[in-house]
């Protein structure tokens, strides 16, 4: 008994240790979360999810390790709440050398506490291309044009109001973080870029620093405005923890990939078409029920056009439609053509990330030609043909009687002599229609004279 009291204590007394050696440990830690690639729902999640365990753990320092091309807007702004909700100081770092804060990663930056640059590396180019069009129609000093340039149009008009909420937007994470106000409206405005070095020394960024050890010698010191109080930044002797990216985050990353959502959807339709159609197998349409749930939430958060959707269905049904009712190849024609166009638009933005492969499109329209027209058209004209095996084909078949011995008559059909039982009485060349099979004998009704 006291062995295992004994026991019990000193497991209690090493599992206190253990947390509170964690504890000691996550006071002391720099947390770095990497945001690469292009900004999307799943590095929304990672660096949100990421910021908030960090806080958690009590952490002294987030470092937001920035190398992106830009991204969904929805998703960008999602973040820049997090950081600007944090109760830690959070430092974006453009790095390492090569690395580029472009598009959205510029607002990103410009919403942290302290933005640190690595040698070699750029910013800006912040103008939103998430529109309608591919470029904006400018004045020779930058501006969209409008009424007085007389190019005004609905177009032109949304276009303006999307640059003037970008516009105003980084221009107000650039007067809470004191940082060049001007140049924030020449990046949203003209697309402007800077060098780490430039971006230095016109105040768009707070350091340079060549790693990131060399940024928390720099750092350390500092003063630091969170919530409406400073802190003293305390970094120098701080360990860095890199939080990796979990299978979450993973997971999110793959089905948010518009060329996989694009064929989870495909996938998804096509296995209830195959189910509805021949029902009883099970397996497609518990594949394509999974697939079109998983694609349904992926467009969720993507950045879809409806219409493009809705001709993606059409073009479909009328492929589904050629096979059932040939009209020669009106439907069908059409049905690719709605297919390739909605492909086509079925992302609702210019971010090379965020598009769907041609090749994929082209691929799924000729799949899609495959099955819908020619396999499925094939199995409808199959199923509409007379059978001409097993013992179905004698249903319905007329005959006449050959013989009749005693009680018994007999037909033949398909060069086969049948016994068949009638409720009339039959005589030989009586006309005879087979009704029913039973076992080896037909079961006849007995024609009229004029079915003879």
């Known amino acids: 008994m006291v062995k295992r009291l004994l026991c019990r204590y000193f497991f209690n007394a090493l599992l206190f240790l253990c947390v509170?050696?964690?504890?000691?440990?996550?006071?002391?830690?720099?947390?770095?979360?990497?945001?690469?690639?292009?900004?999307?729902?799943?590095?929304?999640?990672?660096?949100?999810?990421?910021?908030?365990?960090?806080?958690?753990?009590?952490?002294?320092?987030?470092?937001?390790?920035?190398?992106?091309?830009?991204?969904?807007?929805?998703?960008?702004?999602?973040?820049?709440?997090?950081?600007?909700?944090?109760?830690?100081?959070?430092v974006g770092y453009v790095a390492p050398s090569g690395a580029r804060a472009a598009s959205a990663g510029t607002y990103l930056l410009y919403a942290t506490h302290i933005a640190a640059m690595a040698p070699g590396t750029n910013l800006g180019a912040a103008t939103p291309v998430q529109i309608g069009t591919p470029g904006l129609p400018r004045t020779p000093t930058g501006e969209p044009e409008g009424e007085e340039g007389g190019t005004d149009t609905q177009g032109t008009a949304m276009e303006r109001k999307i640059i003037n909420d970008a516009t105003a937007y980084l221009e107000s994470l650039a007067q809470l973080r004191g940082r060049n106000v001007e140049w924030a409206k020449r990046a949203v405005r003209e697309g402007a870029s800077l060098s780490a070095e430039d971006a230095l020394e016109q105040g768009v960024i707070d350091l340079v620093a060549p790693s990131t050890p060399d940024l928390l010698q720099q750092l350390d010191g500092r003063e630091v405005g969170i919530g409406s109080g400073t802190l003293t930044l305390d970094t120098a002797e701080l360990a860095l923890y890199q939080h990796p990216v979990d299978w979450r985050s993973d997971f999110l990353a793959v089905i948010t990939n518009p060329n996989i959502a694009y064929v989870l959807m495909l996938l998804g339709i096509y296995g209830l078409i195959i189910?509805?159609?021949?029902?009883?197998?099970?397996?497609?349409?518990?594949?394509?029920?999974?697939?079109?749930?998983?694609?349904?939430?992926?467009?969720?958060?993507?950045?879809?056009?409806?219409?493009?959707?809705?001709?993606?269905?059409?073009?479909?049904?009328?492929?589904?439609?050629?096979?059932?009712?040939?009209?020669?190849?009106?439907?069908?024609?059409?049905?690719?053509?709605?297919?390739?166009?909605?492909?086509?638009?079925?992302?609702?933005?210019?971010?090379?990330?965020?598009?769907?492969?041609?090749?994929?499109?082209?691929?799924?329209?000729?799949?899609?030609?495959?099955?819908?027209?020619?396999?499925?058209?094939?199995?409808?004209?199959?199923?509409?043909?007379?059978?001409?095996?097993?013992?179905?084909?004698?249903?319905?078949?007329?005959?006449?009687?050959?013989?009749?011995?005693?009680?018994?008559?007999?037909?033949?059909?398909?060069g086969e002599l049948w016994e068949v039982a009638c409720d009339e009485s039959l005589a030989e060349d009586d006309s005879i229609t087979v009704d029913g099979i039973d076992g080896l004998t037909l079961q006849v009704r007995k024609n009229s004279e004029g079915a003879r």
Not at 50 to 64: K, N, S
Not at 343 to 355: A, W
Not at 379 to 392: E, F, N, Q, W
């Open 20 to 90: 509170t050696a964690g504890s000691v440990h996550s006071l002391a830690d720099a947390w770095v979360i990497d945001v690469e690639g292009a900004i999307g729902p799943a590095t929304a999640d990672h660096m949100v999810r990421g910021l908030e365990q960090a806080q958690e753990a009590q952490a002294e320092l987030v470092i937001l390790r920035i190398d992106t091309p830009g991204g969904l807007d929805t998703a960008m702004r999602d973040m820049i709440k997090s950081v600007l909700a944090a109760t830690v100081p959070v």
């Open 275 to 414: 189910e509805f159609y021949n029902p009883g197998f099970g397996l497609p349409g518990v594949l394509g029920a999974v697939s079109l749930l998983l694609a349904l939430y992926a467009f969720q958060v993507l950045p879809i056009s409806y219409a493009g959707l809705g001709l993606i269905l059409l073009g479909i049904g009328l492929m589904t439609a050629e096979a059932f009712a040939p009209s020669f190849g009106i439907l069908g024609l059409g049905g690719i053509v709605a297919f390739v166009v909605g492909s086509i638009m079925l992302m609702d933005t210019e971010l090379p990330g965020y598009q769907i492969a041609m090749p994929m499109i082209a691929a799924f329209a000729l799949f899609s030609v495959a099955v819908l027209v020619f396999a499925m058209g094939m199995i409808v004209r199959a199923r509409r043909r007379t059978v001409v095996t097993g013992l179905d084909h004698l249903f319905g078949a007329v005959a006449l009687v050959e013989s009749v011995h005693g009680d018994v008559a007999w037909v033949r059909l398909d």
